[in-house]
């Protein structure tokens, strides 16, 4: 009984941080080819913002220019607490960069998604990309 309660109160604490940066939509210049979720995705302008109901938040990551877009699904939220304040994108780079998870700032925690799936002899390196706050929903 206890377990269930746990896994209820982390949810609860999932969807309260999950509805702060939902209220945000977020800027980056990302100069490298990059995966998000399957997708190819080309260097340029990207707009990551928030939508879903209250069992699970969609991230859509959108390229300004050509307005290609992708929806993913956090597989899980850190609910970390650090004082940085600088929202972050994360890529997990090897053979090709892929979107790793996506620090919404301040006491927010950081929305992960599934990493990339690394050959027998290749080790990940992190590139990290600062995002500004575009405007509050």
Not at 14 to 30: L, W
């Amino acid at each position: 009984m206890t377990n269930v309660k746990g896994l209820m109160l982390a949810a609860v604490a999932c969807a309260i941080a999950a509805g702060n940066a939902a209220a945000q939509t977020y800027h980056a210049e990302i100069p490298f080819a990059f995966r998000a979720g399957k997708t190819a995705m080309a260097p340029g302008a990207y707009d990551i913002s928030f939508s879903g109901v209250t069992s699970g938040k969609f991230m859509t990551v959108r390229n300004t220019e050509t307005r290609e877009s992708v929806l993913l699904l956090p597989t899980s939220f850190t609910g970390d607490r650090k004082t940085v304040s600088v929202p972050k994108l994360r890529f997990a780079c090897a053979s090709y960069c892929a979107l790793e998870s996506l620090w919404v700032g301040g006491w927010g925690g950081a929305y992960k998604l599934f990493p990339p799936r690394l050959g027998p002899n290749e080790t990940a390196r992190v590139m990290t990309i600062e995002l500004t706050h575009v405007k509050a929903d």
